[in-house]
């Protein structure tokens, strides 16, 4: 029997590891800038901001759109996400496709008073990064296809131990008030893009999924808690003065209701389960520091 076939713009972490996981289910198509051979997945050395995109597949079901802009300013954001997903669309229309789902982020909401956003809450972002994704849900929204957005929050697990990090060393604040934060691990935000593309074979998603754990939490919280597992087994640096320690600005809560409505289960659905596993894991290699040395 036939596979439906995948198509997977943007070939970076995330993609990578969606192709891994759905091999056995899809035909893998992957573009990205750099010519790469991964293993059972045809892939397109393509630009999407420069190159004609003849050679784009259009005989596909599904696409995800997961790029990363090559700078942090407008013009980066702006080419990625407005110029290229444009030209993209363009080129899509003409062919078999079901579904595009788009990799969002929750900048796009500008709530910064504790209040609670779902996929039907205002947009209305402080930031250019969130201006500029907001703008691609309105191509995304009047495009010839359909479409669906996935507004992840914070990404962690794997490399991303920013947060692990900053709480180890004594840069984040132990007491309140602090902002809410809001975390999907990695492992999960490929599961959602899995899920969501094999449901599209199934039947018709949501425009917008709000992709975040289960719990939203004050930053204090989570560098208390990572603290209290860490510190008795590995030295911690001081608790910084206060006007030393770096202040997050805004604060909301997401709701994930309406992707635990479509099935999808977590594997890491609050922080805990996440940062628990990744404190094992900078033990682990501190340990084997030590050892070494």
């Not at 420069?50 to 005989?59: E, F, G, I, K, S």
């Not at 205002?122 to 010839?144: C, H, I, K, M, N």
Request: charged share 20%; glycine share 6%; aromatic share 8%.
């Amino acid at each position: 029997m036939h596979q439906p076939r995948l198509l997977l713009l943007g070939f970076g972490a995330l993609n990578r590891q969606v192709a891994a996981r759905l091999q056995d289910r899809f035909d893998i198509l992957a573009v990205s800038r750099t010519p790469q051979q991964p293993e059972g997945v045809a892939h397109y050395a393509l630009d999407l901001e420069q190159d004609a995109l003849d050679a784009l597949p259009v005989d596909i079901d599904v696409a995800i759109y997961c790029l990363t802009p090559s700078a942090f300013t407008p013009e980066g954001y702006e080419a990625i996400y407005v110029k290229s997903l444009q030209r993209v669309l363009n080129r899509l229309r003409s062919g078999s496709i079901k579904r595009l789902l788009f990799v969002s982020s929750t900048s796009v909401y500008g709530q910064e008073n504790d209040e609670w956003v779902d996929e039907d809450s205002a947009t209305e972002p402080a930031s250019f990064s969130g201006a500029t994704l907001l703008q691609a849900e309105v191509l995304l929204a009047d495009a010839d296809i359909a479409t669906t957005v996935v507004r992840f929050s914070g990404i962690y697990g794997a490399g991303r131990t920013r947060l692990l990090q900053q709480a180890l060393d004594g840069q984040v604040a132990l007491s309140g008030p602090s902002g809410y934060t809001n975390r999907i691990h990695e492992q999960d935000a490929v599961g959602v893009l899995c899920h969501l593309a094999e449901l599209t074979m199934a039947k018709p998603l949501q425009p917008y999924y709000l992709a975040s754990d289960c719990e939203p939490v004050r930053m204090h919280e989570v560098a208390q808690w990572i603290r209290e597992q860490a510190c008795s087994r590995v030295e911690c640096a001081p608790e910084a003065a206060p006007a030393q320690q770096k202040r997050r600005a805004g604060s909301k809560r997401c709701a994930n209701q309406r992707l635990l409505a479509s099935g999808f289960q977590f594997s890491y659905p609050t922080f805990r389960e996440g940062y628990g596993e990744m404190i094992e894991a900078y033990i682990a290699q501190n340990s084997q520091a030590n050892t070494k040395a």
